[in-house]
């Protein structure tokens, strides 16, 4: 049986593992490996995909595999820039783009819709939130959210503009959990972690020069952690999913067989009080300007 869990208070339902579609991105994996990855989460019962503008081929490979199948998941995406005749950052270029994705995505509707790292100054502004909520009347978008970390994320939560918000939130990426976790939790806020596996940094015997895991690299290090009697990706993904306000934790993975372990994983419910302790006291212990990574 899929863990489900409600997205805030936005009437939606979403599995507890859901699908970060980051890695179906690339050229390297062929249409048949896509695919075979995209029909196999959903019969797993993995119900909630995540894609972005930003994420290769990601989207038009969505569209181009599930679209018989929409009605079995949540799809949310990003938008914000990269569409053609539009400055970046503007409330033209978000209102197109959630066109693009409609047509890219072969869709009639965004389940989610975030706006991808949008600087704060640019949501201070107004004009792109407006954007948003506009295709939200039009019915192009069901929930709108913001996706960020830190100054911008916190300003996203208290706004009341948003239906939810997505951040980094693993063991080396902590901070959202007495910052934002509790405040998403009381105005009704769906909260998607992402990242949930920090990038498996346990994997990189020597420091990942220039990987986007190098600094929950170093953090790791400095907190010194082991496993002990668990796997990593089975200590990581137990503590980053089970938090009162998680919606959905959504593990990248281009492989089917990964993508099946996580679901056992979360099965096997929240980790024992004491090991999740343990982390959090690592956590605190080393936190010296330990923001939220992008
Ligand atoms: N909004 C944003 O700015 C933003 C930023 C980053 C990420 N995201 C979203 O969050 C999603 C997840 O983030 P992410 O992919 O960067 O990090 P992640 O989920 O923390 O880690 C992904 C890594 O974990 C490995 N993995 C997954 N399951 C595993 C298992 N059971 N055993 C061993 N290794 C396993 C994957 O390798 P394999 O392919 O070998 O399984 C991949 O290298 C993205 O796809 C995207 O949807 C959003």
């Known amino acids: 049986m899929t863990l489900m869990r409600p997205y805030g208070t936005s009437g939606m339902t979403v599995s507890l593992l859901g699908f970060g579609a980051g890695q179906i991105g690339a050229p390297e994996l062929t249409e ?21 503008r930003s994420y290769g081929l990601s989207e038009e490979r969505i569209g181009r595999h599930l679209a018989r199948r929409r ?3 949540t799809l949310s995406t990003k938008v914000g820039y990269g569409v053609e005749g539009h ?3 503007t409330r033209a270029c978000v209102a197109a783009g959630v066109d693009r994705a409609l047509k890219v995505l072969c869709t009639d509707h965004l389940d989610l819709v975030h706006l991808h790292s949008c600087p704060l100054e640019v949501l ?26 830190n100054e911008a994320l916190a300003y ?24 934002t976790l509790p405040k998403a939790r009381e105005k009704g806020l769906g909260l998607i972690a992402k990242r949930p596996l920090a990038n498996a940094p346990w994997l990189w015997p020597a420091r990942p020069v220039g990987e986007y895991c190098e600094v929950y690299w170093e953090r790791l290090q400095a907190m010194g952690l082991d496993p002990q009697d668990l796997d990593w990706p089975e200590l990581a993904l137990r503590f980053a999913a089970f938090h009162d306000g ?36 690592a956590f605190a212990a080393h936190d010296t300007g330990w923001e939220g990574q992008v």
Not at 156 to 179: K, M, T, Y
Not at 246 to 271: D, Q, Y
Request: charged residues 20%.
């Open 246 to 281: 998680v919606a959905s934790c959504i593990v990248g993975t281009r492989r089917l067989p990964h993508l099946e372990a996580n679901l056992r994983i979360l099965r096997k419910g929240p980790l024992p009080s004491g090991q999740a302790a343990r982390l959090r006291a």
């Open 32 to 52: 048949a490996e896509c695919g075979a990855l995209l029909h196999g989460l959903l019969d797993a019962g993995v119900t909630l995909v995540d894609t972005a």
């Open 124 to 149: 201070v502004q107004g004009g792109v939130i407006e954007a948003l909520e506009e295709a939200k009347a039009a019915g192009k978008v069901r929930a709108m959210a913001y996706s960020g970390e």
């Open 71 to 73: 009605s079995e998941f």
């Open 87 to 89: 400055q970046d950052w």
């Open 156 to 179: 996203a939560l208290v706004s009341g503009r948003f239906d939810g918000v997505q951040c980094s939130l693993n063991l080396c990426d902590q901070r959202v959990l007495e910052n």
